[in-house]
């Protein structure tokens, strides 16, 4: 193993975890970290939220539980290049969607406007929730007990009122200081797998076609050259080599640049990363060429109006359950009811949060359907 860089994370020197834990054997505390985000509950309910697709639309499309592999995958990738700590990366990268309700964003919009006189709704900070209080499976404490660098990689954004009620995590938002370079760069690779992998879920779907794709330069000019290499290649097997080709350019990029700027500015250890602007950058023309195919991806896809057909089902899914729960919480299951007697709307939102898609769909049925008695 490659000695890690200076100002990367290092699992002996973490801030430590809010409930004190010995070291584990056999293994460092980063790695822990991401054992128990990988056995928890919630890491499993991933594979049953959509990212864009519902889930029942089709096997092949992915889902938060394949785009947080994915975002893990090219994370890694970066951070060993970087000599950046993987092990938190990929803690970070699978732990990083646990917040998300069902539905994708139309789900997370329409709780968040449920919330509005509750003190809202946001995914990530839900995805800290998760690892900090929700998780219910060890005795001493409640959630998963992480080391701090993964709590703050995982709370990506979030506002200055939320920040101050959220203690030591929520610092660098008031202070205006940066994560780890690890957390950066898990950011990142987030952004480079889903633009790619909706770009091949979009073609897989039919919703958008090449044809369109072709006026984007970034797939263009990875269209020429896999045509070039390939005359004779079409459909899905011409889709997968244009794919992993800007996949690669944009992790190879990212690198390059962020290298430059690690150099540049030389920090010396993790603080001196934290007081520094953000390191991890793609250089101006890709990260131009990103926000082109991020423009093209709003516009076509996720605004497409099958897809908009779904999200208008699932903000009614979303809004009416919660005007059922928040009228008459006797409706919740008892251990919810328990929570509700604190804060009525907190817990339901949190149960909300917490269903898989077709749970949604089947607690809704349960709750409105005249024929399902
Ligand atoms: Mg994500």
Redesign the pocket.
């Known amino acids: 193993m490659t000695e890690l860089a200076p100002y990367a994370a290092d699992a002996a020197q973490t801030r430590g975890r809010r409930h004190h834990e010995p070291t584990p054997q056999g293994r460092s505390d980063f790695e822990r970290d991401r054992d128990r985000i990988i056995h928890s509950t919630a890491f499993r309910r991933l594979e049953y939220k959509t990212q864009v697709f519902v889930n029942h639309e089709g096997d092949l499309f992915r889902t ?1 539980l394949t ?2 592999l994915e ?1 893990a995958q090219i994370g890694r990738t970066i951070a060993r290049n970087l000599r950046l700590n993987e092990v938190l990366v990929e803690a970070i990268a699978l732990a ?2 646990l917040g998300h309700t069902p539905f994708g964003h139309a789900g997370q919009d329409e709780l968040n406007a449920c919330m509005k006189d509750y003190g809202g709704f946001e995914h990530n900070l839900q995805s800290l929730r998760v690892v900090d209080l929700l998780e219910e499976r060890y005795a001493d404490f409640n959630g998963l007990n992480l080391c701090f660098e993964t709590r703050e990689g995982i709370l990506k954004h979030c506002s200055r009122d939320n920040a101050k009620t959220l203690g030591e995590v929520g610092e660098r938002f008031l202070s205006d200081q940066r994560p780890t370079l690890e957390a950066q760069v898990t950011n990142l690779a ?1 952004e480079i ?2 633009n790619n992998h909706d770009v091949d879920d979009g073609l897989r779907s039919g919703l958008i076609s090449l044809d369109q794709l072709a006026d984007v330069s970034l797939f263009a000019r990875h269209l020429a050259m896999a045509r070039e290499r390939h005359p004779d290649v079409a459909g899905r097997r011409l889709i997968h080599e244009i794919v992993r080709r800007m996949i690669n350019t944009l992790v190879l990029d990212l690198i390059a640049q962020s290298t430059e700027n690690i150099r540049a500015a030389a920090p010396a250890n993790l603080d001196e990363v934290r007081h520094a602007p953000a390191l991890m950058a793609f250089s101006p023309a890709v990260a131009q060429e990103q926000r082109e195919l991020k423009q093209f991806l709003h516009k076509h896809l996720y605004r497409h109006y099958q897809v908009e057909r779904m999200s208008e089902k699932a903000r009614r899914i979303v809004r009416e359950l919660f005007v059922a729960f928040h009228d008459n919480p006797a409706l919740l299951p008892p251990q919810y009811q328990a929570k509700a007697k604190n804060d009525k709307a907190r817990t339901i939102a949190d149960y909300i949060a917490g269903m898989t898609d077709r749970y949604a769909y089947r607690e809704y049925r349960r709750l409105f359907s005249i024929e399902e008695m």
């Open positions: 938060r785009h947080s975002v990083h969607d987030d797998a889903y």
